[in-house]
């Protein structure tokens, strides 16, 4: 499920015609001392993301679950959330402006084409009840993020890139035959 909304979520972000390279779920790499965000290529390899005009996603905690039981429905009903963030960079004159507040402008319009509330389209394909990306917070401070991101390497972002950073939550609601019928066929 998560991989079919996460390409939902790219193509939202494709939309804004700012970035080159969009990735879906990538994880950090711990290699000896250093870790860093890469993408899982096959055979268990992994390619650490370049940071050019790219946009990519990946889990920051526990998947949680919970369940209730649905007396009317005589079904079992579960909400299952997935911490997530989305990491960003891309060259600061995308939108051929130059001034203070271009930073918190790209942040804004990935956070307002991201969220969403019980996508309809989304829950029509993956026969859910409710599919939400719930923003938590963003960030635009580069030194913190690359701290967050990599470990023992020297920042290599320069102040001609906006880094940035974006917490969401997907939530998805539905029945536990919904789940069990979509990872059956996953």
Wanted: proline letters at 2%; aromatic letters at 8%; hydrophobic letters at 35%.
């Amino acid at each position: 499920m998560l991989e079919v909304i996460l390409a939902h979520i790219n193509t939202q972000i494709e939309t804004l015609e700012h970035f080159k390279t969009l990735k879906s779920l990538c994880e950090i790499i711990k290699k000896e001392d250093i870790s860093f965000p890469a993408e899982y290529c096959t055979k268990d390899e992994y390619k650490q993301i370049e940071l050019d005009s790219v946009v990519y996603h990946r889990l920051t905690g526990e998947v949680t679950q919970s369940e209730i039981e649905d007396e009317e429905a005589c079904a079992i009903q579960v909400t299952r959330t997935y911490p997530l963030r989305v990491v960003f960079t891309i060259p600061k004159n995308i939108l051929n402006t130059d001034n203070n507040f271009i930073d918190l402008k790209i942040a804004e319009n990935i956070v307002k084409v991201i969220g969403l509330k019980n996508s309809k389209t989304l829950n029509s394909s993956l026969k859910t009840d409710v599919v939400s990306v719930i923003v938590k917070s963003y960030s635009i401070d580069r030194e913190k993020i690359w701290s967050e991101e990599y470990n023992n390497l020297p920042m290599t972002v320069d102040y001609k890139l906006i880094y940035g950073a974006i917490e969401y939550d997907v939530v998805i609601q539905g029945t536990q035959s919904c789940f069990n019928t979509y990872e059956c066929n996953d």
